[in-house]
């Protein structure tokens, strides 16, 4: 491979996987058209390539996340159940629509979802005194210092709610983390820094299946996928660090300003501009 093609996927892996990490995001958004435009990729190849750079950035964060207490392993397995049923079903959905409608449909829920996280400020709620539910949890926010209790809220709907962003996830080839981020920190009441990294847990699961697929029928190039493994994982490590020293406002700041650019970005693959 040339050097300056495997220079290009390391950056690409390291800056998608940063971002993952901070904002529980997939990289999809960013290796998709990155990979077709810039690197010539297929829309297959390209998409083969971006789930294993999303498991390889999973891996990377959540070896930190897990460690630290900040992902929330019970309720990510348990949401993943429904998340991977609305997956199957808009995978049959996504044939029967235009991409230029679930386009449309998912800027508009990702830009609701960000003046969302804009204009509502965090509600968590403290558990009972004494109280140890399988929904009651804690961490230590290592910007602050502060240790923190939360117990989830509205978990039924939330399981609900993420067989929804299951459904628009598969019919939009866009990662869930856009959708399921905001659902935990409003709906469900995680602290940001929580839901952020629950959702970087949960993305490697559901990629990981998508990988396996693409490898099994042999579409993936591995070369491309390697230097972009390798990038993603190492990006994801330094994404850990800056999620743990930032503010919790301003990490719902900035994570509404990623969404906003992921709607502009979506819009604009709709409207076959890029």
Not at 14 to 27: D, N
Not at 33 to 42: H, I, N, W
Not at 94 to 113: C, G, K, P, Q, R
Not at 242 to 263: E, Q, T
Request: charged share 10%; aromatic share 8%.
């Amino acid at each position: 491979m040339d050097p300056v093609i495997l220079i290009g996927l390391l950056v690409m892996g390291a800056g998608a996987g940063l971002l993952g990490a901070v904002f529980g995001l997939g990289g999809g958004i960013i290796y998709v058209p990155l990979l077709m435009l810039l690197f010539g990729q297929s829309p297959n190849e390209a998409v083969a390539v971006s789930l294993i750079g999303i498991v390889a950035g999973s891996v990377g964060a959540s070896t930190v996340f897990v460690d630290k207490g900040l992902s929330n392993v019970r309720l990510d397995l348990l949401l993943e159940i429904t998340t991977a049923l609305g997956a199957i079903v808009g995978a049959v959905v996504a044939t029967l629509l235009e991409d230029w409608i679930l386009m449309v449909l998912f800027s508009i829920i990702v830009i609701y979802s960000a003046i969302r996280m804009v204009l509502n400020p965090e509600k968590t709620i403290k558990p009972a005194d004494g109280a140890e539910g399988p929904f009651a949890f804690e961490y230590t926010d290592p910007q602050k210092g502060e240790h923190i209790e939360y117990e989830v809220q509205n978990v039924k709907g939330g399981m609900a709610l993420c067989t929804a962003a299951g459904m628009i996830s598969s019919m939009t080839g866009v990662g869930g983390g856009a959708i399921k981020v905001p659902l935990m920190n409003i709906y469900m009441h995680i602290p940001i820094k929580a839901a952020s990294a629950t959702s970087s847990y949960m993305i490697g699961i559901t990629a990981f299946s998508g990988a396996i697929t693409y490898l099994l029928a042999g579409v993936v190039p591995l070369d491309y996928a390697a230097g972009v493994a390798i990038g993603a994982f190492l990006g994801s490590l330094a994404g850990t660090a800056i999620a743990r020293k930032l503010n919790a406002g301003h990490l719902k700041k900035y994570f509404s300003v990623v969404l906003f650019a992921m709607a502009i970005v979506v819009l604009l693959q709709a409207g076959g501009i890029i």
